[in-house]
């Protein structure tokens, strides 16, 4: 029950400081391109479809227990930036700062050399402190990005950062896939947890980035 109750107030407070974003409202012929664009990753149903041309983020979080002690994850998360690739990923890409963009992360770090990023999670309604560290280039122009987790919650996670200009805009997108010991987390609480924040995330850095 307390799970349920921390995501419920999670969304509450995310959703308090989530500010209205310029949305784009792209027509039909658009949606050949962004689902091309997708396929490799993930295919959007007809209604996740319409939701991205209209500028809505879509977010798709499933958790299940392939074995007694064991849980996989699958994330994927995608939305429509209002300006083009170079300009958006001009903040975005600056992943030191995302403790001023995200209340949830306190602490960010990228070590330019040897391209890692260090993120740690906290809040009073998380379960637990999350670390998240991954190595992946500073990204300042559209393309296809792999990065996996090496240490921290969520190790040996892999993934891929997608970074595509359509027309004079930028779809962004994230799929995630992990499969490891169980967490604390029970399966339900941890797939909405994921979904809610994946969602959340990317509609507040399309918004921070669009100046």
């Not at 500028?55 to 227990?65: L, P, Q, R, T």
């Amino acid at each position: 029950m307390r799970y349920q109750f921390f995501l419920i107030t999670l969304s509450i407070i995310f959703c308090r400081f989530a500010m209205a974003q310029n949305k784009v409202n792209l027509p039909d012929s658009f949606q050949k391109p962004i689902l091309e664009e997708l396929k490799p990753f993930y295919s959007p149903s007809e209604g996740q479809t319409e939701d991205l041309l209209k500028g809505e983020v879509i977010s798709v979080g499933k958790v299940d227990s392939p074995t007694e002690k064991e849980q996989q994850m699958m994330l994927f998360i995608a939305g429509v930036h209002p300006r083009n690739c170079h300009r958006a990923m001009r903040k975005l890409s600056y992943y030191e700062n995302y403790h001023q963009y995200m209340e949830f992360i306190k602490k960010s770090e990228y070590d330019e050399k040897n391209e890692l990023v260090n993120f740690v999670m906290d809040h009073t309604l998380l379960p637990f402190p999350m670390v998240l560290t991954f190595k992946i280039p500073r990204i300042t122009k559209a393309g296809t990005y792999p990065f996996t987790f090496d240490h921290g919650f969520l190790k040996d996670l892999k993934g891929k950062i997608i970074v595509k200009d359509v027309g004079k805009f930028c779809l962004l997108g994230l799929k995630t896939d992990w499969r490891g010991p169980e967490t604390r987390i029970p399966n339900l609480a941890f797939s909405l947890f994921i979904q809610t924040v994946g969602k959340l995330g990317l509609e507040h850095l399309i918004r921070v980035s669009l100046f």
